[in-house]
């Protein structure tokens, strides 16, 4: 229902060289289908028809097949649709870093409905993006990255535990390279029922995603685990605050006491005042 017009909207790109890497994820509906009939018309898509492993798992299987040889890499969602430009915009934005520092681009979302009607913007992060943010809290949405060929190598470590790609890729990058965020959303954002936790739209609806994740126990302790596999991976090469932040954090789990006073003086921190208290709340109560 929502991938062709999503397919469209990628083979309309104004930037002149895209080729685009689909994973199927074991369909059982007519998804193979529709693969092989676009697939069948251009020469810039490749498919491969895997067994069933999750959108994150598929994610990390795309950018391990990524091209070595490719400038930029971008991920895109099965039901979104991209603005013409969504491509030439992310990487004028790259373009403005050499070639050997990782970077990565972001953006806004355009929330729209299923049937693309406008529902509002994404929040924008006004606090910044950094380090001491990818710890406890995910704002890169993976449908509207693009990374260049720097920042794909360095995810060539994949993560045995982490709470989503993207906030995998966003936790790395920030680490050892660059962070951009467009305000301009180039992405058309669908909220159906299948991601109807995902962007809020309004007060009401941020307070009740809000209250659902803390109140959520299949999300407790996914950040600590994500955060102890990262310093596993790259602890070697994090520099002495990088370390004594990430160490802080994970230190601070063991007893309620250093819970607390982690609480009332760490030094990570979320994007808005009802997520920084919310995040204190869940240190103390050791459900991260």
């Not at 018309?41 to 490749?46: H, K, M, P």
Request: proline share 4%.
């Amino acid at each position: 229902m929502y991938l062709k017009p999503l397919l469209e909207s990628l083979l309309a790109q104004d930037y002149p060289h895209v080729s685009i890497l689909i994973r199927d994820d074991g369909s059982i509906d007519n998804t193979p289908a529709l693969l092989r009939e676009f697939a069948s018309r251009r020469s810039n898509i490749d498919i491969i028809y895997g067994q069933h492993v999750g959108f994150v798992q598929s994610f990390f299987a795309l950018i391990a097949l990524a091209s070595p040889t490719a400038g930029y890499f971008a991920l895109c969602d099965q039901d979104d649709v991209w603005q013409l430009d969504k491509v030439s915009r992310a990487v004028k934005f790259l373009g403005g870093y050499p070639t050997d520092v990782p970077a990565l681009y972001c953006s806004r979302l355009a929330l729209v409905s299923d049937r693309l009607e406008p529902l509002g913007y994404s929040s924008i992060p006004k606090k910044g993006l950094s380090f001491r943010n990818a710890l406890v809290e995910n704002h890169v949405v993976g449908c509207t990255t693009l990374l260049n060929q720097a920042a794909l190598r360095l995810l060539a470590h994949l993560p045995s535990a982490c709470v989503s790609h993207d906030w995998w890729i966003y936790l790395v990058v920030s680490a050892f390279g660059t962070v951009i965020y467009d305000t301009a959303p180039k992405i058309l954002y669908r909220r159906h029922a299948s991601n109807v936790f995902g962007i809020p739209t309004g007060t009401i609806d941020r307070w009740r995603i809000k209250i659902h994740a803390f109140l959520k126990d299949g999300n407790c302790k996914l950040i600590v685990r994500q955060a102890d596999e990262f310093l596993r991976i790259y602890g070697s090469s994090l520099n002495d605050d990088q370390r004594r932040v990430i160490e802080r954090f994970l230190e601070s789990r063991k007893q309620f006491w250093d819970r607390l006073r982690y609480a009332l003086s760490c030094d990570v921190y979320r994007q808005s005042t009802l997520d920084q208290y919310i995040l204190k709340a869940r240190i103390a109560l050791d459900c991260l």
